[in-house]
């Protein structure tokens, strides 16, 4: 009797290992996907700028494509429809603002310059998160975390001094991205508390804030870029030697990878601590940067590797002592 106790007691640590793998392996295809859609997203988009330069549209559609796979989703019972007042919806919209500042700054940055130069730009997004934080929640953080923000405001600016690809337009649009992004963190802090509304997980949320931003940005989209500016740009494009299935594979691939990236994002990250977040956000920051050099075969200067280096690692040092010192 004693002797086949013994199996059992070693296939519990084995089945405990064995399911720790699965967590781990899953984790990881989580992180490989919202890279591989984030890269995918950066190239698409990228290239659709190119051929079409209508940012406004581009990321109007963007934010639609993902609207009929949620709809599709919630209607067929496959996730739960998330059930919100009209008092919710309030109190959500200044946060869809903010992703909507978001997504149009990025875009038209991308259109404007290099990926690989919004993306350092993109890298000083904690010093205004820090700063917006200090005013309107009059949350300080310890000195040890204001002093990293000095790498990260220090290599941008160097990035930017002898950037090959540079804009005031691509640099603005991206800034723009980043108190926008700033904005969308401290005012879900500030309106949401515990929550809004019903079955509202993080998938759901994401998904309200794509639908709020895109009735938002669809009429001001049509007033910058008409159908007939559109139409235009797209005759043009087809002119210079791109077939209509070519320009409508790259436009709605955008928006596909866009929307799966982000929706990604939201399942990797909720599975990690705020240190491995950080870490994940650092790397996908250099693989995206490597990834369109590479595609784009983007010259970048010197000072621009070396101030793009300096700001990133900036950023994993931010990420790391606001988690340790606050």
């Known amino acids: 009797r004693g002797a086949t106790a013994r199996p059992v007691a070693t296939s519990e640590p084995e089945a405990a290992k064995s399911s720790e793998l699965m967590e781990t392996l899953k984790t990881g295809s989580f992180f490989a996907l919202w890279y591989l859609f984030n890269i995918w997203y950066n190239i698409y ?90 005013l309107l929640l009059g949350s300080f953080y310890s000195p040890v975390t204001y002093a990293t923000l000095v790498p990260i ?25 980043n108190v926008s992004s700033a904005l969308r963190g401290i005012l879900a802090k500030k309106t949401m508390g515990g929550g809004v509304g019903e079955n509202m997980n993080e998938q759901n949320l994401y998904a309200v804030l794509t639908v709020i931003a895109f009735i938002v940005l669809l009429p001001v989209s049509l007033a910058i870029e008409s159908p007939a500016k559109v139409k235009a740009v797209w005759d043009a494009a087809v002119a210079a030697g791109n077939t209509p299935q070519y320009l409508a594979t790259i436009s709605l691939l955008s928006g596909a990878s866009y929307y799966l990236y982000n929706e990604v994002a939201f399942l990797a990250l909720g599975r990690v601590n705020p240190v491995t977040h950080a870490v994940g956000n650092t790397i996908k920051r250099v693989v995206i940067i490597i990834a369109s050099v590479i595609v784009f075969n983007t010259p970048i200067s010197t000072l621009g590797v070396v101030g793009s280096t300096i700001a990133i690692l900036g950023t994993l040092l931010y990420s790391l002592s606001k988690q340790r010192f606050g």
């Open 45 to 134: 988009n990228k290239k659709a700028l190119n051929a079409m330069n209508i940012p406004w549209t581009m990321a109007t559609l963007q934010l639609f494509v993902g609207i009929p796979y949620v709809f599709l989703l919630w209607a067929t019972g496959l996730r739960k429809t998330p059930k919100l007042s009209g008092d919710n919806v309030k109190t959500l919209f200044p946060i869809a603002m903010g992703h909507l500042g978001t997504h149009i700054g990025a875009v038209i940055s991308l259109g404007a310059g290099a990926v690989s130069f919004t993306h350092i730009v993109k890298a000083s997004e904690p010093a205004v998160s820090a700063v917006l934080s200090a």
């Open 153 to 177: 405001i220090g290599g941008v600016a160097l990035a930017s001094l002898k950037e090959l690809s540079f804009t005031w337009l691509g640099f603005a649009a991206a800034m723009l991205s």
